[in-house]
């Protein structure tokens, strides 16, 4: 048990911190658009895929390594909370039109990134 919360506590620290890198790097580009939460979305949603791909495959390695990465690494750099208080901070000041683009293309560009990242997987395994 300590293990695991050990494993999920460490991918957290290095999940948390890319998506803080991220927020920094690129929400400053534009005023209108959060790219870092964009960014950290869709690049989890491809994370994820990949992972998942890997360790369906019959993984070796301990279950450590699933929670470390996709629960622990994954869950901490993509961000539903703050996706949704940049949403909702967008509908509040009338910003209709971008608050449904936003949710379009953290919505279906997630779950195409994931399916992207399985899809890498299979490629990349052959």
């Not at 950290?40 to 992972?51: I, P, Q, R």
């Not at 450590?64 to 690494?73: D, K, V």
């Amino acid at each position: 048990m300590w293990l695991s919360v050990l494993a999920v506590s460490a991918g957290a620290v290095i999940g948390a911190n890319l998506r803080w890198a991220l927020g920094l790097w690129l929400n400053s580009s534009s005023q209108v658009i959060p790219y870092g939460t964009l960014a950290a979305n869709l690049s989890g949603g491809w994370l994820v895929g990949l992972l998942i791909g890997y360790f369906a495959q019959g993984s070796s390695l301990s279950p450590e390594w699933r929670l470390f990465a996709i629960t622990g690494m994954c869950g901490a750099l993509t961000t539903f909370s703050t996706f949704s208080l940049e949403m909702l901070t967008a509908l509040q000041d009338g910003k209709w039109g971008m608050a449904v683009a936003g949710i379009m293309a953290h919505v279906v560009g997630s779950i195409a990134m994931t399916l992207l990242g399985i899809y890498t997987f299979g490629a990349l395994r052959g």
